[in-house]
């Protein structure tokens, strides 16, 4: 029984109608085929797998790169009373049995998983069980390593098809050029699939590049003068500090948000800007993903980013809900020089790359020959100071040796506190009986979270404090001492990222670098700097620049932008143009012509060719044009 798509996103999210390409892509992927969407940011690509797998029976997998992504995805099914969870590479094991029995046998509509979990055996051997009715591939680009965020597990899903084999795959991207949508295809070794792309322009996104010696003068000006809420990338945590600071001086109301503020600082942060009670976010990279608020009127970066897929991917975080805004880039000549110069120290030397690779075994006490499949938590700070390094040099090593294959790195994940009770209610209760100093904590806990014995719940450490007047040690103290009576489970918070090693420790020269892990890698970090810079310079329309990148030649020119506004070219629209001008006298090609000097020629042509075959436009024996308007 499969229900209508229609029905389906009336009824779970209540809106009225599809976007462009979304309806065609759900059919597709309900007719079994597999599928290859390229979508803007914001175009609704989640909608493009959720809708099939809600009309048809049996679950979904889908497969994502980030815990910020899953856990906003599955918490807004949750919202719609759809049953969802993650699976990630920061949760125990006996959490994750839990988790692969539901979507076994507990009805459960969506599965998220990391890429990392894919070819564990835990994992395997019960997706194999599941009633799997879509495998959906979000962020698809990180597959590539053509893609500016390869991710090497990633690699592991074409893998994972075989025990499911019938199963389509649908796969989903805003940011692939040409050469990372072929490599998709081939990658996930896609079946003959039906491919959209819909078109990355956005036509209320007005692009803007300022050549600015002072940007944080220009900063406050846009920010009055655009007013509403905004985004302000900076690119380091000193900068988006003081950056806040200064707008706040300014009576602009900014907070500011990077990678190094806690987790429920955080979460407060996005909560109150979501809500606008500041209006501007200044922030590093590290926030946007899985954002989405609708009214975000500009998007400012004082600096350009490393490459022109995260600035696309950044910039279309503004204007979600269609109305006019601002996606500004400062420059200048100094700026760009040092970060070309930083790009290049970013690249440490292959005999460095080896060095990390000693460290991190000494780091956790491995032994010359062993560390096979063994997972550690992985503190960077901690071990950047022990050997002296830079952080991002330690990350760029880690993934030169990930790319490589000695290695695996899951994203540091920030999980919150959970609980599960080992015990049936029963002997819960003797064991209460038995240790009465501990009666009242569990009675605490039944009380105040639902569901302790079927599976983990997020515990809050400092509620629990205020209620038994403990302080919050002691309240870490006790649980832990009730998992270890094995009474209870109890998983502590975690930000760190986990390392898996794939090889036992190898010896120094016998290490391996490949060049797809490391010249060829670096290469293409230059060609997409390279292409950022070209978007500086470039002189033409921003959004055509774009689209073309990104493999869209057939873009017209946005009218909007900071060039096309310069050259007084309007968005137009040449149909209503050629229409309005037949309409008032009949003219021949070169009238017309003539009459639409800003529009270009090809595209009226174009245009107009278009409008003889639907026979609304008929040439009569002197050549002149009429407007008939017979389309039906
Ligand atoms: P993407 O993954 O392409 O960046 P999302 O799937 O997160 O985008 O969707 C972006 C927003 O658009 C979400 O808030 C979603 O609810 C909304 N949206 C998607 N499709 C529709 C639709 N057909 N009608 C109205 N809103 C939609
Ligand atoms: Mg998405």
Redesign the pocket.
């Known amino acids: 029984m499969q229900a209508e798509p229609l029905e389906i996103?009336e009824q779970y999210?209540g809106?009225t109608?599809?976007?462009p390409k979304?309806s065609d892509i759900i059919y597709a992927v309900m007719l079994g085929q597999d599928t290859l969407a390229l979508?803007?940011?914001?175009?609704?690509?989640?909608?493009c797998f959720q809708v099939p797998a809600l009309a048809k029976e049996g679950i979904c997998v889908v497969i994502s790169p980030l815990v910020a992504l899953m856990k906003d995805q599955v918490d807004r099914l949750k919202s719609m009373d759809v049953r969802a969870a993650y699976i990630t590479a920061a949760q125990s094991r006996k959490e994750i049995d839990h988790l692969l029995d539901s979507a076994i046998y507990g009805n459960m509509k969506f599965l998220y998983v990391s890429p990392e979990r894919l070819k564990s055996e835990l994992f395997i051997e019960r997706f194999k069980k599941m009633p799997v009715n879509l495998i959906a591939v979000?962020e698809a680009h990180c597959i590539s390593q053509w893609g500016h965020d390869f991710r090497p597990a990633y690699r592991e899903i074409s893998g994972i098809r075989e025990h499911h084999p019938n199963v389509p795959i649908i796969a989903?991207t805003?940011s692939a050029t040409p050469e990372v949508a072929d490599d998709i295809v081939e990658q996930l070794e896609l079946n003959a699939p039906a491919r959209f792309e819909s078109s990355m322009v956005r036509k209320n996104l007005n692009y803007v590049v300022l050549d600015e010696v002072e940007p944080l003068g220009r900063l406050l000006r846009a920010c009055k003068r655009i007013g509403g809420s905004g985004i302000v990338y900076a690119p380091t945590r000193k900068q988006v500090r003081a950056t806040a600071e200064f707008l706040n001086s300014h009576g602009i109301q900014a907070g500011y948000y990077h990678a190094g503020i806690d987790a429920a600082t955080k979460e407060k942060l996005q909560q109150d800007w979501l809500k606008n009670k500041f209006s501007v976010m200044v922030a590093t990279n590290a926030f946007g993903m899985g954002i989405?608020k609708?009214d975000v009127r500009f998007v400012v970066h004082i600096q350009p980013p490393q490459n022109l897929e995260n600035y696309v991917q950044e910039a279309g975080r503004a204007g979600?809900d269609g109305d006019e805004s601002w996606a500004i880039l400062m420059w200048n000549t100094k700026m760009v020089e040092r970060l070309t110069s930083q790009l290049h120290d970013r690249f440490s030397p292959k005999d460095q790359v080896k060095d990390t690779y000693h460290q991190l075994n000494s780091f956790f006490q491995i032994a010359f020959a062993a560390g096979l499949n063994e997972q550690f938590t992985f503190d960077l700070s901690a071990f950047s100071k022990q050997y002296d390094r830079h952080p991002r040099d330690v990350y760029f090593d880690i993934e030169t040796l990930e790319m490589s294959g000695y290695l695996s790195m899951s994203e540091g994940a920030m999980l919150p506190s959970r609980v599960m009770f080992q015990m049936q209610a029963q002997e819960l209760y003797n064991f209460q009986v038995r240790n009465e100093q501990h009666d009242a904590f569990i009675r605490l806990l039944l009380r105040t979270y639902g569901g302790l014995f079927e599976t983990y719940s997020r515990i809050d450490e400092h509620f629990l404090a205020r209620k038994t007047g403990w302080s919050t040690g002691q309240v870490r103290e006790t649980l832990a001492r009730l998992d270890n009576m094995q009474v209870l489970s109890y998983r502590p918070r975690t930000e760190h990222p986990t390392i898996t090693f794939l090889t036992g420790r190898q010896q120094k020269e016998n290490l391996i670098i490949p060049p797809e892990a490391y010249e060829e890698r670096i290469e293409r970090s230059v060609s997409r700097w390279e292409a950022m810079m070209r978007y500086l310079h470039h002189d033409g329309c921003r959004s055509h620049f774009v689209a073309t990148y990104f493999g869209d030649e057939e873009s017209a020119l946005c009218g909007v932008c900071d060039w096309c506004r310069k050259e007084k070219i309007v968005a137009y629209d040449v149909r209503e143009l050629i229409k309005e001008s037949l309409l008032s006298a009949p003219t021949d090609l070169s009238g017309l012509i003539d009459q639409h000097s800003e529009v270009p020629r090809e595209e009226i042509i174009t245009q107009l060719n278009r409008s003889m075959d639907d026979g609304e436009v008929s040439r009569d024996e002197e050549d002149l044009l009429h407007w008939t308007e017979e389309r039906n």
């Open positions: 996103l999210w809106f109608s599809f976007r979304q979508m803007p940011t914001g175009g609704g690509k989640s909608l979000d989903v805003a989405d609708p979600r």
